[in-house]
């Protein structure tokens, strides 16, 4: 970790120090570093005076955080009832051959990782894909490169 980063964590630390802060320091610390990192972990237990196994338990509980490097736009695909209905398996496919991505992978330039969940909560837009924090709803696979070409 570069000096630079660890100082921006120390001073998320610094700032949360009250009790039931981990998960927004751990929320912060994840937008500086783009994942969370063993370093970045125990800087994390150390400044808050938490045991480490109980902030690894919050980290791998919570799908929102990465233990390893992601892309700089996660792209994820609803692939709930809904969306299941309105042709999501299609849109998965057309994601994976767009991005040359598998689910749940990352591209080597660390462009793009590339997921599936089972539902992002905009039924009324199925299917619905959701680029970090942007929605596309009423999803088609010609839609699906025009948008991506935005990232």
Request: aromatic share 6%.
């Given at each position: 970790m570069k000096a630079?980063?660890?100082q921006k964590i120390l001073n998320i630390i610094e700032r949360s120090k009250e009790k039931g802060s981990l998960i927004p320091v751990l929320q912060?610390?994840?937008e500086v570093m783009g994942y969370l990192s063993e370093e970045v972990l125990s800087l994390i237990a150390l400044g808050l005076k938490?045991?480490?196994?109980?902030?690894y338990g919050v980290?791998?509980?919570y799908s929102q955080f990465f233990l390893?490097?992601?892309?700089?736009?996660?792209?994820?695909?609803?692939?709930g009832t809904a969306c299941h209905v309105q042709g999501a398996k299609k849109i998965i496919s057309t994601i994976?051959?767009?991005l040359?991505?598998?689910?749940?992978?990352?591209?080597s330039d660390l462009k793009f990782t590339f997921e599936t969940v089972a539902c992002l909560g905009a039924c009324a837009l199925s299917p619905v894909i959701m680029i970090n924090k942007d929605y596309f709803g009423k999803m088609t696979p010609k839609k699906i490169a025009t948008i991506l070409r935005q990232y």
């Open positions: 630079e980063e660890r912060e610390a994840q938490i045991p480490p196994s109980k902030v980290v791998t509980f390893t490097p992601h892309g700089k736009y996660i792209v994820k695909a609803c692939r994976e051959n767009s040359n991505l598998k689910e749940g992978k990352t591209s």
